[in-house]
T-cell receptor
């Protein structure tokens, strides 16, 4: 099955800084999503992005399907951005939504 | 608010107890999921129901028993659990079982502690 790897595993930022989170996947995908898990456990959908680029406020994401990676950009980070960011993918042949191990982000005031 | 509601949010149970987790979705979806998230580990898929039929059982021990009476409700019945079963249990739903074009939505999770 597909492998999903995220980097870095941990990231500490000062408020106002920008960051880039990476998600590599081992096979072609037809579904890729980014999530933010807050400290209370809630997983919030950020982007559905199997290819291309999308933006939502201070967050944007780009997936280069041919090179099997996706990037999540966070600009002007805020303390409320803290938490764990997951990407998850389904390979083209179908199957389960497989999650990466996450990037734990801590934004300091 | 994602449209997926889980109860209870927190549960402490003894190893001989029987309890249930409940999930309800208000999104008109036809697929529902249980995921387990242990500390410092990625989400692990447990069960999938698509149009009320179980389509995935990811080698889950029989002490976890799912029930899907209709497309809007999903239960996870818990019986004689072990301390290592302590985790965050997340319910999710999607229009149909996740493939191209389907976004999955999660509930707030149920924190389970087995003592």
């Amino acid at each position: 099955g597909i492998q999903v790897e995220q980097s870095p595993p941990d990231l500490i930022l000062q408020e106002g800084a920008n960051s880039t989170l990476r998600c590599n996947f081992s096979d072609s995908v037809n579904n890729l999503q980014w999530f933010h898990q807050n400290p209370w456990g809630q997983l919030i959908n950020l982007f559905y992005i199997p290819s291309g680029t999308k933006q939502n406020g201070r967050l944007s994401a780009t997936t280069v399907a041919t090179e099997r990676y996706s990037l999540l950009y966070i600009s002007s980070s805020q303390t409320t951005d803290s938490g764990v960011y997951f990407c998850a993918a389904v390979e083209n042949q179908g199957g389960k939504l497989i999650f990466g191990q996450g990037t734990e982000l801590s934004v300091k005031p | 608010e994602t449209g997926v509601t889980q109860t209870p949010r927190h549960l402490v149970m003894g190893m001989t107890n029987k309890k249930s987790l409940k999930c309800e979705q208000h999104l008109g979806h036809n697929a529902m999921y249980w995921y387990k998230q242990s500390a410092k580990k990625p989400l692990e898929l447990m069960f999938v129901y698509n149009f009320k039929e179980q389509t995935e059982n990811n080698s889950v021990p029989s002490r976890f028993s799912p029930e899907c009476p209709n497309s809007s409700h999903l239960f996870l019945h818990l019986h004689t659990l072990q301390p290592e079963d302590s985790a965050l249990y997340l319910c999710a739903s999607s229009r149909t079982q996740v493939t191209s074009g389907n976004t999955i939505y999660f509930g707030e999770g149920s924190w389970l502690t087995v003592v």
